[in-house]
């Protein structure tokens, strides 16, 4: 059996948000657990629906021995910074120049992260890697679905396995996927040879969802084409658009026994995507649409009415704070919101000072440039400490830490909003019912979330919308302003072209 050293960091990074993600961002724990080091980094993830719990739970139950080094992930944001990715990075290396008759390296990468200087995180860390164990020892690495793959990573790997499903149900099963080729590496069921194919068009994060179509084809025409061809390994990524650098956007990547049987998989997947461009089209509402199509849903007695609140996702990179859509539901008198999960210290403190029952004036959110805090009186509902289990496909098992938090009633308690001190996807509901709202009650559902939330949320909703309220996740990207993408990238399915930076 093969003694493996294990590590993990994970950040994907929207380089058009407003806040970037310093050692600090990593080393506390919120949605996953901070930074682990040693011992820790199995016994802090095992359970969780993660790669590295994935990886290692398969790794024992086949014999292997895991040496593991450190883990850690940040939520979404701007770019990491330098301090943070050479501490990080050099903790890794560290640990891992000490390992004794190592056989193979598993990494639990993202695929997204740029830092201040790299534009390529994940691949200056895989350089790095190589350097310091040589050509020859396997270096396997899980991805997000959301990688914007390198030819760098590509390169520095010998294997590169991504999830397969968004709502990311899938992150634990990726990781075994990985033991699995690494498995396959040792015993030459699994050959090094690599394809890599970039698609020429950005796809929009709602647009990547595998409940659904394109999404859901995509994913059965690889598993079909790994049938047909015995030995080869495929990963589709749909890329993070809010990311101005060179390799933004969807890719391809095969593994197989020989470089022929390598590229044909890859160029056989490649073409099934760019054939149906058109369909990764965006269904997007302005908000005020969003809104009012909502209301006259309820009247019509369906509900819960799910109104997704994508350009502001702290999943991707948004600060959790805008009150765009959150204005449209008070100025259209919709009644039976409930609304979040709203990322605002100040008046979840606030609420946890006056207490149950009082009500008080706050100014909610509004922190994103560009954005205004809402100014309004509340009735301060539930309080609680943050400290949650989730319950969802999704968090399974990850013990959120989301500080103090509350649950506001607006309006005559028409509208209530769950508002939490540590920004969170609004991905289960198991943040909501900490507080005492059942959002299976709740008429109108306004999710800070664009795709995951569909995995706890998804069972218990009539009619899901997807609204384009202010944020810093645009589902537009022609309203992006890139200057690194590489040129002749679609910026949109059947978009216009990027032809580079203007000059001067």
């Known amino acids: 059996m093969a003694r493996i050293a294990v590590a993990g960091f994970q950040h994907e990074t929207n380089t058009f948000a407003p806040v970037k993600a310093d050692f600090d961002a990593f080393a506390v724990p919120g949605a996953w657990p901070g930074l682990l080091r040693g011992a820790e980094v199995i016994a802090g993830t095992r359970g969780r629906n993660l790669p590295i719990a994935g990886f290692c739970e398969a790794a024992e139950r086949a014999g292997h021995t895991l040496l593991p080094l450190s883990w850690t992930a940040a939520s979404p944001s701007a770019q990491v910074t330098d301090d943070a990715f050479a501490r990080i990075a050099n903790q890794i290396l560290e640990d891992l120049s000490q390992q004794v008759g190592l056989d193979a390296v598993y990494l639990d990468l993202h695929g997204a992260m740029v830092t201040e200087r790299e534009a390529d995180g994940e691949g200056a860390l895989l350089a790095q890697v190589r350097a310091l164990v040589g050509d020859q020892l396997p270096v396997v690495a899980s991805l997000d679905l959301h990688a914007n ?43 090094r040879a690599t394809a890599f194919r970039q698609i020429p068009f950005l796809i929009p994060l709602t647009a990547g969802c595998t409940l659904s179509e394109p999404g859901r084809g995509v994913y059965a025409r690889l598993a079909e084409i790994e049938e047909a061809r015995p030995g080869v390994m495929l990963s589709f990524n749909c890329g993070f658009p809010p990311a101005d650098v060179p390799d933004a ?6 593994h197989a026994r020989d470089q022929t049987t390598a590229d044909a998989a890859a160029d056989d997947l490649a073409a099934y995507v760019t054939e149906r461009e058109d369909a990764f089209g965006a269904d997007i509402l302005p ?11 309820v009247r019509a007695r369906r509900g819960p009415v799910v109104l997704a609140d994508t350009q502001d996702n702290p999943g991707a990179g948004g600060n959790g704070d805008t009150t765009g859509l959150l204005r449209e539901l008070l100025a259209q008198g919709a009644s039976g919101v409930l609304a979040g999960l709203l990322h605002d210290p100040d008046a979840a403190r606030a609420a946890h000072d006056a207490g149950e029952g009082a009500v008080i004036e706050v100014s909610l959110g509004g922190r994103t440039p560009g954005d205004t805090p809402l100014d309004v009186g509340v009735k301060v509902a539930a309080v609680g400490d943050g400290q949650v289990t989730g319950v969802g496909p999704f968090y399974r098992g990850a013990r959120l830490q989301l500080g103090p938090c509350a649950l506001l009633a607006l309006d005559g308690g028409r509208v209530r909003v769950a508002v939490v001190s540590r920004k969170l996807q609004a991905a289960d509901r198991a943040p909501f019912l900490h507080l005492g709202a059942d959002p299976a009650e709740a008429a109108i559902l306004a999710l800070k979330s664009s795709v995951h939330f569909r995995a706890d949320f998804g069972p218990i909703a009539s009619d899901i919308l997807i609204a384009a309220a202010p944020g810093p996740n645009p589902v537009d990207h022609t309203q992006l302003a890139y200057r690194h993408l590489r040129a002749g990238v679609r910026l949109m399915p059947n978009g216009p072209t990027f032809l580079g930076a203007p000059r001067g």
């Open 287 to 297: 908000a005020g649409s969003a809104v009012t199509q909502a209301i006259e849903l």
């Open 149 to 191: 793959v390198s030819r760098a990573m590509v390169d520095r790997a010998d294997a590169l396995i991504s999830y397969r499903t968004y709502p990311h149900v899938d992150m634990a099963e990726t990781g075994a996927r990985a033991l699995a080729q690494l498995d396959g590496l040792f015993n030459g069921t699994a050959g």
């Open 249 to 254: 956007g969807a890719s391809v990547i095969a």
